[in-house]
């Protein structure tokens, strides 16, 4: 099953400038077996907090990343010293939010604005949120996925990609409110959290073909 590590690392302000440079020395991940693709930036309500999402062909392909590449391409990079915190969640992808045959390639090659919505939901409504997932917000969005995480049963990522940050806003004043009222989404949640953010060009990391 597809993986999807979200990555949220609080920046010193002084350190930005260091941080978003070595981000940008990732891109040997695309020489890594099952790797399928990463991107970042950072977010709106927070310009000091950096948002990175990578994808994983499965869990055997990421944990062989995280065993023998990961640790050297940190060390090479010395990034660990340019932010003061780092959270990780690893998510498995339940489905994608679009039915186009190239959603995935678009999403990680084409994507310039992300919103993601991170919910605890209620034990009992799990399935219910499940499905309004899958029957409501599918045919509203633009293309992205709906993942569960690994460590939580109750913690869902929803991740959607734009063209641009305007087609996101058209979407929130067209759709978004009729969406809402149809979902009726507070029903079902504990807890909901939301982050949004442009695309850092130089943080995009694409797979090279043969390690596919």
Not at 2 to 30: P, R
Request: hydrophobic letters at 35%.
């Amino acid at each position: 099953m597809l993986i999807i590590k979200k990555i949220h690392c609080k920046v010193d302000e002084s350190a930005k400038d260091a941080f978003q440079y070595q981000q940008s020395q990732w891109q040997e991940l695309k020489r890594c077996e099952g790797f399928l693709g990463q991107l970042g930036g950072w977010t709106e309500a927070n310009p000091s907090a950096a948002v990175i999402f990578s994808f994983w062909e499965n869990k055997d392909a990421y944990q062989y990343f995280m065993d023998y590449i990961h640790d050297e391409i940190l060390n090479k990079t010395a990034q660990a010293k340019t932010y003061h915190s780092i959270s990780i969640t690893l998510f498995e992808k339940q489905f994608s939010l679009s039915t186009k045959a190239d959603q995935m390639s678009a999403f990680l090659d084409r994507t310039q604005f992300v919103r993601l919505a991170l919910t605890t939901v209620k034990q009992e409504y799990i399935n219910r949120f499940i499905e309004k997932q899958k029957n409501i917000w599918n045919p509203g969005m633009h293309g992205g996925f709906f993942a569960r995480s690994q460590q939580d049963n109750r913690y869902f990522l929803v991740l959607s990609g734009w063209e641009n940050q305007a087609y996101h806003q058209q979407y929130m004043e067209k759709h978004f409110p009729e969406l809402t009222k149809n979902a009726n989404p507070m029903d079902d949640l504990e807890e909901i959290a939301g982050e949004r953010f442009r695309v850092v060009e130089e943080w995009r990391v694409l797979p090279d073909p043969i390690y596919l």
